[in-house]
């Protein structure tokens, strides 16, 4: 999540609504992993057999991931729907959705 001008700052009202939020989600076994990401970090590139590798933290900040929540839906317009709770609930900010491939 990326943090703007205009984001809700955290407050009890908050987290109290986002506590009930991922309760919610957890209990209907959607809610898989959440947690959150240092900025620092190191960025790795690989290109023509060469490695190169960047400690941050990073000056674009604002392309920075901080945190990340890990859900198992039925369909991607069901990932969208649960986004869209979220961003009701935490205001203005940008995320990603993405698939997980894995072992099943």
Same mark, same amino acid.
């Given at each position: 999540?990326?943090?703007?001008? =205009?984001? /809700?700052? #955290?407050?009890?009202?908050?987290?109290?609504?986002?506590? /009930?939020?991922?309760?919610?989600?957890? +209990?209907?076994?959607v809610l *898989?992993?959440?947690?959150?990401?240092?900025?620092? =970090?190191?960025?790795?590139?690989?290109?023509g057999g060469? *490695?190169?590798? $960047?400690? =941050? #933290?990073?000056?674009?900040?604002?392309?920075? &991931? $901080?945190?990340?929540?890990? &859900?198992?839906?039925?369909?991607?317009?069901?990932? *969208?729907? &649960?986004?869209? +709770?979220?961003?009701? &609930?935490? @205001?203005?900010?940008? @995320?990603? *959705? +993405?698939?997980?491939? =894995?072992?099943?």
């Amino acid at each position: 999540m990326t943090l703007n001008a =205009g984001v /809700r700052e #955290p407050d009890e009202a908050l987290y109290a609504e986002m506590g /009930r939020f991922v309760d919610e989600m957890s +209990r209907a076994g959607v809610l *898989i992993a959440t947690g959150g990401l240092a900025m620092e =970090g190191s960025h790795v590139t690989a290109s023509g057999g060469k *490695i190169t590798v $960047v400690d =941050g #933290p990073y000056p674009e900040t604002k392309e920075t &991931i $901080v945190s990340f929540a890990v &859900i198992e839906t039925a369909s991607k317009d069901e990932a *969208i729907e &649960i986004s869209r +709770r979220f961003w009701a &609930i935490q @205001g203005d900010g940008e @995320g990603d *959705i +993405r698939q997980v491939y =894995g072992p099943e």
